[in-house]
């Protein structure tokens, strides 16, 4: 069993930047990957980003390439999510994931964190 914490969530400004953070405890001597979901309300969860146990691995959402970048640090045992140039449609609670691969963190399936808050007000 793996369990995962987010941190960083927050209320930033249209422009602003954020930092997720994902410190995952329990299962983390197997090679797994990593990555975030989000759900903005009345919305289903959708992915966002993942990132393979290496990190010679990442995807992303279309609605976030280019703005958010996705890092891990093994020895930490944490994943990152940089968000830059947010928008008013980045509002949701954003889960931390892992999972086998990055594409069973795009198709949503996997373990998730209990999530944190992001607000960005226009």
């Known amino acids: 069993q793996v369990q995962l914490v987010e941190s960083g969530g927050g209320l930033v400004q249209t422009g602003g930047s954020l930092r997720l953070s994902c410190a995952a405890s329990?299962?983390?001597?197997?090679?797994?990957?990593m990555g975030w979901l989000r759900q903005a309300p009345g919305k289903e969860r959708e992915f966002v980003a993942a990132?393979?146990?290496?990190?010679?691995?990442?995807t992303y959402a279309d609605s976030v390439k280019d703005r958010f970048t996705i890092s891990r640090e093994n020895a930490k045992n944490t994943v990152y999510l940089q968000m830059n140039s947010l928008k008013p449609e980045d509002t949701a609670v954003y889960y931390c994931a892992t999972g086998l691969t990055t594409t069973t963190i795009s198709r949503r399936s996997g373990d998730w964190g209990q999530g944190t808050q992001v607000t960005v007000s226009s």
């Open positions: 990132i393979s146990w290496s990190g010679g691995t990442t």
């Open positions: 329990g299962r983390t001597s197997s090679r797994y990957a």
